[in-house]
C-alpha cells in the first residue's frame, strides 16, 4: 500500500511509510545534525546551545526542540548551560523545566484554575453590572 504526502520541510512528494511526516532525505538531514549535535557535545560538554548552533550551524529551535524531545540529553556535569528551565531560567540537561519547577508547575497550574473559577463569578457579578450601563451608552449613542 502507497501512500504519498507532501514532505513537512521541503514540500516534496514521498512515500509516506506512517512514522514521521517528512521526506527520506529531510528525515537523513535530520538525524545527521541530530548526531553532530550529539557528537559536538561530547568534545565539548561544556559548551551552550550558541556555540554549539554556531559551530554546527543547526539552528537553537532546532537544537532545543532536539532536547525538550528527550533525544538529546546534556552530558557531563552541570557544567552545561545548553538548556534553561522555561520558568526560572536555572540550566537543565533536558526537557523544558527544572526538577523544582515541574514540582511547581503543578501547583501553578491548580492555583490558576482556583482563580480562574474565582474571577468567573466575580466576573459574571460585572457583566449583570454592565449590562445596566450597556444600555444606558446605547441611550446615549443615538
Ligand atoms: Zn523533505
Ligand atoms: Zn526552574
Known sequence: ML????????????????????????????DADFKRVKEYLYDHSGASIFQVSKELEISVQRIKAYLREGRLEIVGDDGNMILECERCGKSIKSGRFCAECSKNVVSDIKSAVNKMSGSLTKENDTTAKRGSGMKYLHKDDK
Not at 521541503?10 to 512515500?15: L, Y
Request: with cysteine; charged share 30%.
Open 3 to 30: 501512500d504519498v504526502k507532501n514532505c513537512k520541510k521541503c514540500g516534496k512528494i514521498f512515500n509516506y511509510t506512517g512514522d514521521t511526516p517528512i521526506c527520506q532525505n529531510c528525515k537523513a538531514a535530520d
